[in-house]
């Protein structure tokens, strides 16, 4: 590691300063954690103007190049990996953190594989199955804003997939983008990885908050992403009351980019409720099949206006241009079955129940808990969630602290658990909220 004073950045503008010290990181001069000169030492290194060396470094931030500390300076970002959903080295601990569904209440796929079966499909024909397409219209088009004529339906490889390519059809690096915080893992790796400044719009028990979204738009965002039920990690589902809130901000915004990821759709307790008024000019509405169908089965369907799509399809072209028809025709079988359809009810039923039932353990026992919609409870905590963890891991529990979802790095340590229950017997749940209630005590 090179001392501040030997550090050779060079460049007379903010773009040629900045350029230079993300060449010094990427050679690895400047290791990650390593503190800059001072905004004045800089400007007085370099012989510039003050607010030079400030507007070299807030690019540098906004790309995730450095961060920020106030009066501690500023420091090359680190390079920590991001969290994965679905994924910890557990070893001999029970995993409570997963966020998986149960797999006994996923249907069976051998009917549908065999009804998959068909002529091979060629380059040139149309990218959704006919049939496929007609049900897909179906589920998408009553929830869609302004006329059904004009909305269009592209199919991707997950709903992260379809989020990706909607930002990077519509956004630039260092563009802003609304995100809800705590914020769903993919989320975060996709705002990182293209080089998005993500504003955290705060979450409560409703949703996205009205002065939340206010202040991300008067910040200049160019896209908004919000999950309109089961909100990951929170549970929370938006109120019709918050939904009509939410428009009447958007209102003033018809180009911003509107992605409402509703992901949970067929497994959800809660009604849908659209933050996208009928006179917005640039949204998306997507929905997977992964949650009831299975996480292996890669397919989602996305709605959105004519402009979008067409630029949806220039991100699909260099690449994938379409969903295995294989998946496509198993989707239909799927969704198409009696019996699968009335299994991914009492899915969705059961993991409610389970959750609600968890949630009046841990109440029981000292620690209020509300129970919102989706796989996991979110659980609040009367100290860092990291320390609770501790002492949980202690007791054979892997739990995710809510540190995870946070999207400043730099922000208070997180006072919530995220849990995965639903698939514990009585005897490991009632056992479970003991060492959870315990934990919270001793870490006070």
């Known amino acids: 590691m090179s001392n501040d004073d030997d550090l050779v950045i060079s460049g007379g503008t903010a773009v040629e300063i900045a350029d230079s010290v993300r060449a010094l990181v990427e050679r690895g001069e400047l290791d990650p954690g390593q503190s800059l000169p001072s905004v004045r030492a800089l400007a007085e290194q370099l012989q510039v103007n003050r607010n030079t060396a400030v507007a070299a470094y807030r690019n540098l931030a906004r790309s995730g190049v450095v961060v920020s500390q106030g009066r501690a300076g500023t420091r090359v970002a680190q390079r920590a990996p991001v969290a994965q959903e679905g994924f910890a080295a557990a070893g001999s601990l029970r995993d409570v953190g997963t966020g998986n569904p149960d797999p006994r209440l996923i249907p069976d796929l051998a009917p549908a594989l065999a009804a998959a079966a068909g002529r091979p499909v060629l380059y040139g024909e149309p990218v959704i199955d006919r049939d496929l397409e007609q049900w897909a219209r179906d589920w998408m088009t009553p929830d869609a804003p302004g006329d059904p004529a004009d909305v269009r339906l592209t199919l991707t490889s997950g709903a992260v997939d379809a989020v990706e390519r909607l930002l990077a059809q519509a956004l630039m690096r260092d563009d802003a983008v609304a995100l809800e915080d705590p914020c769903f893992l993919a989320s975060i790796h996709i705002a990182r990885l293209g080089g998005y400044r993500a504003v955290p719009v705060p979450v409560d028990a409703e949703g996205m908050t009205v002065e939340g979204l206010r202040s991300a738009l008067e910040q200049g965002v160019r896209a908004v992403v919000c999950t309109p039920r089961a909100q990951n990690p929170t549970g929370a589902s938006l109120s019709e009351q918050r939904a009509a809130q939410l428009r009447e ?4 915004h018809p180009y911003v980019l509107v992605i409402q990821d509703d992901y949970y759709s067929y497994l959800s307790q809660r009604p849908f409720h659209s933050i996208i008024g009928p006179g917005h000019r640039r949204w998306a509405l997507l929905r997977s099949v992964s949650k009831f169908v299975g996480p292996d089965m890669c397919l989602a369907v996305t709605a959105t206006d004519p402009d979008t799509a067409g630029r949806l399809a220039q991100r699909l072209s260099p690449g994938t241009t379409w969903v295995s028809h294989l998946l496509q025709r198993i989707t239909h079988a799927v969704m198409r079955d009696p019996d699968a359809l009335a299994l991914i009810d009492r899915a969705g039923a059961h993991y409610a129940e389970r959750n609600a039932s968890f949630a009046a353990r841990l109440a029981a026992l000292g620690l209020p808990v509300e129970a919102g919609d989706g796989m996991s409870l979110w659980v609040p905590v009367p100290a860092p969630a990291r320390e609770v963890a501790e002492r ?39 056992a479970l909220a003991a060492d959870v209630a315990a934990a919270a005590r001793e870490a006070v």
Request: proline share 2%.
């Open 392 to 430: 949980l891991m202690r007791r054979g529990w892997l739990v995710r602290t809510g540190d995870d979802f946070r999207l400043a790095p730099d922000a208070d340590l997180s006072r919530h658990l995220r849990l995965t229950v639903h698939d514990l017997s009585g005897e490991d749940a009632e």
């Open 249 to 252: 901000v958007l209102d003033e």
